[in-house]
T-cell receptor
Framework: GAGVSQSPRYKVTKRGQDVALRCDPI?????LYWYRQALGQGPEFLTY????????KSGLPNDRFSAERPEGSISTLTIQRTEQRDSAMYRC????????????FGSGTQLSVL | QKEVEQNSGPLSVPEGAIASLNCTYS??????FFWYRQYSGKSPELIMF????GDKEDGRFTAQLNKASQYVSLLIRDSQPSDSATYLC??????????FGTGTRLKVLA
């Protein structure tokens, strides 16, 4: 695609529900990142994929958070048993993986947990 | 100490002036450095990157890197109201992980 696509754009959920956030990276980009951005803060690293391999998940806050990229393209970030503190903008970014690692960000999913 | 530090601002400059944005980082092994611009409610957009000590110019933007001082800066010449945004410094410590600062909010006054 022309850019990184994320869906849904907004997600409102009740505490305790599970949510799945989707990211469709730029076609051909092998590297995919998930970041979380609180208001007034910079993006905070969550996890990184190289093709389908999740090479780093050190930024995932706890075991309620998981991510996958089964075919090396679309990725899903899942948050189980959501809590109010999970409310934030979740951003996906992709890059070519060739060494000049310029990140291209999607528009993000604004998650609100009530 | 935060890994990437920026003054949150706001930094206010008059139209036509030079805006100077600064960033320090803690990992001495960091390899590459990026400046992203983020308009309110939008996603970050890459505007400059620099890998070597010294200056790198691209139009009205100049990135400066001093690895010995662990310091990277962004200069915006002839600042325009449309440059008003938050500028995020990002550092790659030699892996695939990009560490972002909190950003500096720039206001260019017409």
């Amino acid at each position: 695609g022309a850019g990184v696509s994320q869906s849904p754009r907004y997600k409102v959920t009740k505490r305790g529900q599970d949510v799945a956030l989707r990211c469709d990276p730029i076609s051909g980009h092998v590297s995919l990142y998930w970041y979380r951005q609180a208001l007034g803060q910079g993006p905070e690293f969550l996890t990184y994929f190289n093709y389908e391999a999740q090479q780093d998940k050190s930024g995932l806050p706890n075991d309620r958070f998981s991510a996958e990229r089964p075919e090396g393209s679309i990725s899903t970030l899942t948050i189980q048993r959501t809590e109010q503190r999970d409310s934030a903008m979740y951003r996906c970014a992709s890059s070519t993986g060739t060494g000049e690692e310029k990140l291209f960000f999607g528009s993000g999913t604004q998650l609100s947990v009530l | 100490q935060k890994e990437v530090e920026q003054n949150s601002g706001p930094l206010s400059v008059p139209e036509g002036a030079i805006a100077s944005l600064n960033c320090t980082y803690s990992d001495r092994g960091s390899q590459s450095f990026f400046w992203y611009r983020q308009y309110s409610g939008k996603s970050p957009e890459l505007i400059m990157f620099i890998y070597s000590n010294g200056d790198k110019e691209d139009g009205r933007f100049t990135a400066q890197l001093n690895k010995a001082s662990q310091y990277v800066s962004l200069l915006i010449r002839d600042s325009q109201p449309s440059d008003s945004a938050t500028y995020l410094c990002a550092v790659n410590p030699g892996t695939y992980k990009y560490i972002f600062g909190t950003g500096t909010r720039l206001k260019v006054l017409a």
